[in-house]
């Protein structure tokens, strides 16, 4: 069974719209992890944030994490089409080594 | 660099063939870490490595998955008998070590049991 679950599940927006994921999870976790996955391609890991940050940039990336309502988002600001990807988070649910994903959102951004 | 390699990319089989998946992670990552992908989900964890001692194969659904890492660097996912479900895509990570860090993911091998 996974741990998180993204929100929307689909998202279609224009070019140069920001677009909004968000994560909730269901443990305490040491970090949290957004992947980027491009059809037929693995996944590229975007951002680490640590369960004592709440928010983390990383180029047009944003990221925040809300420990006590178990959920993160991610914020991609000023969209391209080359964005159009699955975009997971994944948590380590405590543990030390393996990770548990999302379903994932599908994000489309429109030329 | 070297990112992490799979082969095949693609693999058809019949329902009750055994099918062999193979893995080279980036040279010197200790972590070695297997998923499985069913279409429209997100990655399932199947089993971790630590050079080559498998500590945690929880994940495998079932005896007939069978992983192995012999020598601590490539490793081999094996399915015996494969039936319909099997159907998936596998990924394969590593990581330079535990901790919490950044798995390097590679690009994964397509199952298909007919």
């Known amino acids: 069974s996974q741990q998180g679950e993204e929100d929307p599940q689909a998202l279609s927006i224009q070019e140069g719209e920001n677009a909004t994921m968000n994560c909730s999870y269901k443990t305490s976790i040491n970090n949290l992890q957004w992947y980027r996955q491009n059809s037929g391609r693995g996944l590229v890991h975007l951002i680490l944030i640590r369960s004592n940050e709440r928010e983390k940039h990383s180029g047009r990336l944003r990221v925040t994490l809300d420990t006590s309502k178990k959920s993160s988002s991610l914020l991609i600001t000023a969209s391209r089409a080359a964005d159009t990807a699955s975009y997971f988070c994944a948590t380590d649910a405590g543990s030390s080594y393996k990770l548990i994903f999302g379903s994932g959102t599908r994000l489309l951004v429109r030329p | 660099g070297a990112g992490v390699s799979q082969s095949p990319r693609y693999k058809v089989a019949k329902r009750g063939q055994d099918v062999a998946l193979r893995c080279d992670p980036i040279s010197g990552h200790v972590s070695l870490f297997w998923y499985q992908q069913a279409l429209g989900q997100g990655p399932e964890f199947l089993t971790y490595f630590q050079n080559e001692a498998q500590l945690d194969k929880s994940g495998l659904p079932s005896d007939r998955f069978f992983a192995e890492r012999p020598e601590g660097s490539v490793s081999t996912l094996k399915i015996q008998r494969t039936q319909q479900e099997d159907s998936a895509v596998y990924l394969c990570?590593?990581?330079?070590?535990?901790?919490?860090?950044?798995?390097?993911f590679g690009p994964g091998t397509r199952l298909t049991v007919l």
């Open positions: 990570a590593s990581s330079l070590r535990d901790g919490n860090n950044e798995q390097f």
